[in-house]
């Protein structure tokens, strides 16, 4: 089974503070996201990354950055938190497109619940 | 990008089979429709994808009509744990296309 796993389950952090969010993915996938999800809004794409050190914007990359050193692990980087980045934040990866079976098929993980206070 | 509209809420009972369905007007010819399930707490897991036509696997159907504009997904004979909220997305499997959006999802309530 494939396994994705996030750093904490629950976070707080207070205004002004560098936040990192950890994802690590056990499958060899060469796809990772990350998406934020709140009540009323679904789940927002924030970034996501094809390979190691590429990534691309999402819907909502403003405030964010990412990094993805190796091919496991994709981080969620908030600069400089603030009160409306309070939400849960869910880190998903996947096969590339290439596969026509696996296209989208994602995997995600248990999700980060972040407060910034 | 394709965007997708489903109902915001159903209701079931027990024993029925539950037919969720999304528009998605604009979807492209390359596009796949994937159908997600999310309990609360947790992160949203695959339940089926398709193309054309229909495909069934062991959880669910897929029922997509010719124009592709529309696709259903069938639950057969639903339980209380099928309470969920589950989504539809739409998107390409063009190699490194994984900018893709969720909708806001259909929250399924199963009741006794």
């Known amino acids: 089974d494939v396994k994705v796993t996030q750093s904490s389950r629950y976070l707080v952090k207070r205004t002004g503070e560098k936040v990192f969010l950890e994802c690590v993915q056990d499958?060899?996938?060469?796809?990772m996201f990350w998406y934020r999800q709140d009540p009323g809004l679904g789940l927002r794409l924030i970034y996501f990354?094809?390979?190691?050190?590429?990534?691309e914007k999402g819907d909502i990359p403003e405030g964010y950055s990412v990094s993805r050193e190796k091919k496991e692990r994709f981080s969620l980087i908030l600069e400089s938190a603030s009160t409306n980045q309070t939400s849960m934040y869910l880190c998903?990866?996947?096969?590339?497109?290439?596969?026509?079976?696996?296209?989208?098929?994602?995997?995600f993980g248990p999700g980060t619940r972040l407060t910034v206070t | 990008l394709a965007k997708t509209t489903q109902p915001i809420s159903m209701d079931s009972y027990e024993g029925q089979e539950v037919n969720i369905t999304c528009s998605h007007n604009?979807?492209?010819?390359?596009?796949?429709i994937t159908w997600y399930q999310q309990f609360p707490s947790q992160g949203p897991r695959f339940i089926i994808q398709?193309?054309?036509t229909k495909v069934t696997n062991e959880v669910a159907s897929l029922f997509i009509p010719a124009d592709r504009k529309s696709s259903t997904l069938s639950l057969p004979r639903v339980s209380l744990s099928d309470t969920a909220v589950y989504y539809c997305?739409?998107?390409?499997?063009?190699?490194?296309?994984?900018?893709?959006?969720f909708g806001d999802g259909t929250t399924l309530t199963v009741k006794p």
């Open positions: 998903a990866s996947s096969l590339p497109g290439t596969r026509r079976s696996s296209a989208y098929e994602q995997y």
């Open positions: 499958m060899d996938h060469e796809n």
């Open positions: 990354s094809y390979d190691v050190k590429m990534k």
């Open positions: 604009n979807i492209a010819t390359n596009d796949y």
């Open positions: 398709g193309y054309k």
């Open positions: 997305l739409v998107g390409s499997p063009r190699p490194n296309a994984g900018k893709s959006t």
